[in-house]
């Protein structure tokens, strides 16, 4: 999937929550929220079956069970008994769960590439250092957020 061409920033959900700054941020193409939402009910009318004797490989792509729901996630940790996920197509922090909470992904989600992006703005750099200052994030957050109809 190729991002919109310049110009067609109407087709992007900016992120809500999950702007660290601007050398880290993700967007989501509202062109595949048909597509995520299919996943999401696919997935939690008929949640994949527990499978005897399966673990979780390292950097698998699994079906997370967190909040109730049904996500596509990858592991990145396990720290004493409990994996933390990156959930594939809604971005944001690691989230911890249970082995109990993770089942082996089916193939056909498998080959459906995520829904979120994981971006950043290119060329740009903090003023002083070489990390950005977390109120950045926050403030970008509030820009690029805002409703375009306040006047």
């Given amino acids: ?37 299919k ?9 994949p079956p527990a499978v005897q004797g399966w673990t979780v490989g390292r950097r ?5 069970y967190y909040e109730d729901i049904w996500y596509r996630g990858l592991a990145v940790k396990k720290t004493e008994g409990m994996f933390s996920m990156y959930l594939l197509d809604f971005g944001g922090a690691l989230v911890n769960v249970a082995p109990n909470q993770l089942r082996p992904l089916p ?15 290119a060329g740009m ?7 950005w200052g977390e109120e950045v994030g ?6 690029v957020n805002s409703d375009l109809q306040y006047k």
């Fill in 138 to 143: 926050q403030l970008m957050g509030e820009i």
């Fill in 60 to 64: 698998e792509t699994v079906a997370v």
């Fill in 39 to 47: 996943l999401l009910e696919d997935m939690n009318e008929k949640p």
């Fill in 107 to 121: 193939a056909s989600l498998k080959n459906t590439p995520a829904v979120m992006y994981q971006v950043c703005l």
């Fill in 1 to 37: 999937q190729v991002p919109p061409s310049p110009g067609k920033l109407s087709q992007i959900v900016l992120p809500v929550e999950d702007l660290e700054s601007p050398a880290n941020f993700c967007v989501r193409l509202t062109s595949d929220d048909a597509l995520l939402m």
């Fill in 125 to 131: 750099g903090p003023m002083e250092g070489e990390v």
